[in-house]
Each structure stands twice: as C-alpha cells, then as structure tokens.
C-alpha cells in the first residue's frame, strides 16, 4: 500500500520515514545482521558499449561536452529508483526507511597528481531526473570542487573532528554514532558525510583499472557501493559463425541484504543494465514515479 503525503510521522527521520509496513522477516533482520557489514551482498556484471557509445558520442557532438558513463549509469540507477523505490530504502537504528531524496556520493580527485587531495562530493537528484539532469548537477558540482582551493563541507567537518585529542575525538564519534542512531544529527551534518546516502559510485575506469569490490561502512547509512572499470575490448563469435569485436564496461555492486531481497535486487540490476542498453529512453523524465509502502 502507498503512501502519498510527504507528512513527517512519530519516528520518522530528516532523511526518510520509517516503513512501518514490511513483513516482520524484514523487521528482524537488523536485529540479527547489526552491523552493515554483516550483511554484504557482492555482484558483478558487465555492459555491453556499442550502443552507449554511439549516444554518447552523439550528444558530445550536440554539446553536451564531457558525457560520460558516470552520468549514464547514475540516470540508469534514478530512473530504476523511480519505478523500484526499494533500492533507495536505508537501516538507522534497527529500522527501515524509505529515504526522501536520491542522494550519489562520489569521490573527486582535485587533479590527477598522486599528491592531489581527494573530497567527496553529494549530489542530490530527483526521481523525474533526465540523463541531461543528471550531467548538469554532477558538472556543475565537480566543477565546484575542483575550482575551489579551500575545503569543502565534508573535508571541513573532518577537520574539525581531527582537531580534538584522541580521546576526545573516539568520544566524538561514539556521540556522532548515538545521535545518527535515533535520527537526530543535524542536517548539516548529514549534508557534508559521504557516509549518508542513496548509493556511493566510484569512477575506476579514469584510473584504466578493473573494478573493486568496495566494502560499505558501518558508519551512516549507505546500502549501495558500485565501482566501473575501465572499457576492454573482447572478441566473441556471433550466430553465423563470425568474429565480432565488442567493448565492454566491468561494474560492480555490494549491497545490504537487510533493504529489499535479492529477487528485488536482481530485478533492479536488470532494470538498470535494460537502460543502459537504450540510453535514449532516458533522455525524458519517467512516465510514471512509484511509492514505496508506508
């Protein structure tokens, strides 16, 4: 059953509402899986290029300078959000929540030095979101970072924790963990961690390397963590016998279990992989937006 109404209920969070609905498998399941890294899901697949390099290539020449596989797959993973919003649920403090925006978390390297500083950044999207939509607010927001000489929101609040003595900052932290578990941190701090999101994706193909299988933190709330390589090229027969060159882009996912199951999951993927495959389809807000249950 739906909900429709943005109206914020005894025990819901600044960052989503607390899904009172679920069938209690999916109620006790926090509660035996505690940690985050309890429940560690790990899957790879991988994209067949031909034709998302073709759209992209073409919506280059029409101006759309720098598109990248970056932006199509995260318009890929909203546009899923869209039509399952299971994928954007969340675990605080036992429970399960249905988180109010879409949130991506990224890593920025300054420059491509090995000194060059990394920050993160958090862009906050829309479920009607384009793939056009999606350019413009990363663009905008890792042009932001890389402009900027001084710290940005999250590279300030961890240096305001590291100013503290040791003890004092263990004790920070344990008092940052009690106030993330009954939803009472303040919202700008939830702005600036890289630990509080709908999905963190990291760009290893601007590095020319395979994907990683990235652990998700205990800290905050992430149930995603995805990770691209770089393309390679495969020969492969086809149906009459011939050889065929094909590119390809390796991903991988680690998920918490404790959000949706894995039937859920697997459709979701899929999902994401058929828009990958018809990048147009993207290129217009979804038809239809989907509620989760209440």
């Not at 790879?44 to 020449?61: E, I, L, T, Y």
């Not at 969340?90 to 429970?95: A, V």
């Not at 590291?162 to 578990?181: N, Q």
């Not at 303040?186 to 709908?198: N, V």
């Amino acid at each position: 059953m739906a909900r429709t109404d943005d109206k914020r209920r005894f025990g819901d969070r600044k960052e989503g509402r607390w899904l009172r609905s679920l069938n209690p498998f999916y109620t006790i399941i926090p509660y035996i899986m505690i940690e985050r890294s309890d429940a560690m899901n790990y899957f790879q697949d991988r994209v067949d290029m031909g034709v998302p390099d073709r759209w992209m290539r073409q919506k280059r020449a029409e101006g759309f300078k720098g598109l990248g596989f970056l932006h199509l797959f995260v318009a890929a993973y909203v546009r899923t959000i869209a039509e399952m919003p299971g994928i954007n649920r969340f675990i605080n403090g036992r429970r399960i929540y249905a988180r109010n925006n879409i949130e991506i978390n990224m890593a920025v390297k300054r420059s491509f030095a090995l000194d060059a500083p990394e920050t993160t950044i958090k862009v906050v999207l829309d479920r009607t979101d384009t793939i056009f939509d999606v350019y413009r607010k990363f663009t905008a927001k890792t042009e932001e970072i890389k402009a900027n000489i001084g710290d940005n929101n999250t590279e300030q609040a961890a240096a305001a924790f590291t100013k503290l003595p040791r003890f004092l900052l263990r004790f920070g932290m344990w008092c940052v963990r009690v106030l993330d578990y009954f939803g009472l941190l303040p919202q700008r701090l939830l702005d600036a961690s890289p630990f509080h999101g709908s999905m963190i994706i990291s760009d290893l193909g601007s590095l020319g390397i395979p994907p990683i299988y990235h652990h998700l933190y205990n800290l905050g709330n992430l149930p995603v963590f995805i990770t691209f390589g770089a393309k390679y090229k495969v020969n492969e027969i086809n149906r009459n016998g011939e050889l065929e060159e094909h590119k390809y882009v390796d991903f991988t996912a680690v998920t918490d279990e404790r959000v949706c199951d894995g039937f859920y999951y697997a459709t979701a993927f899929k999902r994401i992989k058929f828009y990958l495959k018809n990048p147009q389809l993207l290129e217009l807000p979804p038809e239809r937006v989907e509620q989760d249950v209440f």
